[in-house]
């Protein structure tokens, strides 16, 4: 009996010291991809963008680079919802199109970031943008980034805006954005750009 318990606790043991492995071998890369972010920093932008949810911390970034560039336009997703208020309300306030023709808020379908992919090529084609500035939050860019890699035209250049997380709350991005990165590369948003 003692000669078949040795093997099991070595199995155990092994098995564990894998899982360990795998799991910090995870959590590196996830804080190499959503946390430890650095992004160029833009040259030039015929809009801004600002995607939605975490206005208020992406909204004074999104109107600070398109100050810095003269950016024509401002672009932002107006997702009525929670977490993306301030942008929400800013649209509201701006909506007279004779008034502020420099403010373009747009709803994606579905209400999610390949929405808003979908949604910024087709104002890109509208207005025949060449360069466009999209900013999110730091744990967002490599997602929304490969989006707008999958389905705008216009040259891309993300900008990372950093948010105030607990370490739980990153842990929760980490896995939240994991998976995401996992359905982009496996469900491509757009088959293939407009020419």
């Not at 043991?13 to 920093?41: K, M, R, S």
């Not at 950016?71 to 208020?85: C, H, I, M, Q, W």
Request: proline letters at 6%; aromatic letters at 10%.
């Amino acid at each position: 009996m003692p000669a078949i318990r040795k093997p099991r606790k070595k199995t155990v043991f092994i098995t564990g010291a894998v899982l360990l492995v795998l799991f910090l071998g995870w959590l590196f890369a996830a804080f190499q991809l959503f946390y430890n972010v650095h992004t160029a920093p833009p040259k030039q932008a015929d809009a801004v963008v600002m995607l939605g949810g975490a206005s208020n911390e992406r909204m004074l970034d999104a109107m600070m680079v398109r100050f810095d560039l003269k950016a024509p336009y401002l672009v932002l997703s107006n997702t009525d919802t929670r977490g993306n208020a301030s942008a929400d309300e800013y649209c509201d306030t701006h909506s007279n199109k004779e008034i502020y023709p420099d403010v373009i808020c747009f709803t994606p379908v579905p209400m999610d970031t390949r929405g808003e992919a979908t949604a910024i090529a087709q104002l890109a084609k509208d207005y025949q943008w060449e360069n466009i500035v999209v900013v999110t939050s730091s744990y967002h860019i490599e997602r929304a980034g490969l989006l707008m890699q999958q389905c705008v035209d216009a040259n891309t250049t993300m900008v990372s805006t950093t948010p105030q997380f607990t370490p739980w709350q990153w842990f929760r991005r980490f896995i939240i954005e994991t998976g995401g990165l996992i359905d982009v590369n496996l469900n491509p948003q757009c088959d293939t750009k407009s020419n």
